[in-house]
T-cell receptor, first 114, second 114 residues
C-alpha cells in the first residue's frame, strides 16, 4: 500500500522557534507537496518539489522554506514560528505523468505555535 | 470573547439515502478534477477523478458529474453509510508558469444520520 508518513501528529512550539516538519514517502514518487489546512479555507499549497534538490513556491510560501535532499523525504521548515502558522500541515506525493494526477496524503501534523 | 471563523458548508443525509455534494470551479481551462474525502484526524483520501473530455464517471457507490458550461462539479454518493461522514473536497488541476498543481475547494461536511 501507498504510504506517506509525517513524523509528528501533534507539535507545540513557541513563537520564534525554528520548526522542522518531516515527510517520507515509500512509493518512489517524484513530486512532493506541502499544504496547510485551515477551517473554511481548504488546503493551500505552500511549496512543492518535482525532483531532488528542486523546489517551487506555492500560493503561500512566506515564512516557510523546504528541503529535498533525498527523493523520499521532503521537509518543511518554519524559520521563525509565529502564531499565525498554527495550522494542520499536510504532506502529499504523486508520481509523474498525466495518467497519475492523484495525490497521496499523509495523516497531517497539527502544529500549535504559542 | 468569542471568535468568529469561516464555516464549512454542511449537508446532513439520512442513512441509506443518496447525497449530492456540489463544487464550483474557477478556471475554464482546467482539464482534470478530483474528489477527496477527509475523515476526522486523517489526511484526505482519493475518491474519484474525471477529465474534462468526460461528463460523467462512476465508481463504487460514487458518481462524479462535470458541467463545463457552468464550471460545476458534483459528487453523488448512493445509499449512504455512517462511514461516509467526512469532509469532501473537490480540486482542479491548474497550471501556473508551466507548473501544474491541484487547487482545492474549501470543502463540504457530510453528516450521515443513522
Amino acid at each position: 500500500d501507498v504510504k506517506v508518513t509525517q513524523s509528528s501528529r501533534y507539535l507545540v512550539k513557541r513563537t520564534g522557534e525554528k520548526v522542522f516538519l518531516e515527510c517520507v514517502q515509500d512509493m518512489d514518487h517524484e513530486n512532493m507537496f506541502w499544504y496547510r489546512q485551515d477551517p473554511g479555507l481548504g488546503l493551500r499549497l505552500i511549496y512543492f518539489s518535482y525532483d531532488v534538490k528542486m523546489k517551487e513556491k506555492g500560493d503561500i510560501p512566506e515564512g516557510y522554506s523546504v528541503s529535498r535532499e533525498k527523493k523520499e523525504r521532503f521537509s518543511l521548515i518554519l524559520e521563525s514560528a509565529s502564531t499565525n502558522q498554527t495550522s494542520m500541515y499536510l504532506c502529499a506525493s504523486k508520481t509523474l505523468g498525466e495518467a497519475n494526477e492523484k495525490l497521496f496524503f499523509g495523516s497531517g501534523t497539527q502544529l500549535s505555535v504559542l | 470573547g468569542e471568535s468568529v471563523g469561516l464555516h464549512l458548508p454542511t449537508l446532513s443525509v439520512q442513512e441509506g439515502d443518496n447525497s449530492i455534494i456540489n463544487c464550483a470551479y474557477s478556471n475554464s481551462a482546467s482539464d482534470y478534477f478530483i474528489w477527496y474525502k477527509q475523515e476526522s484526524g486523517k489526511g484526505p483520501q482519493f475518491i474519484i477523478d474525471i477529465r474534462s473530455n468526460m461528463d460523467k464517471r462512476q465508481g463504487q457507490r460514487v458518481t462524479v458529474l462535470l458541467n463545463k458550461t457552468v464550471k460545476h462539479l458534483s459528487l453523488q454518493i448512493a445509499a449512504t453509510q455512517p462511514g461516509d461522514s467526512a469532509v469532501y473536497f473537490c480540486a482542479e488541476k491548474t497550471t501556473n508558469f508551466g507548473n501544474e498543481k491541484l487547487t482545492f475547494g474549501t470543502g463540504t461536511r457530510l453528516t450521515i444520520i443513522p
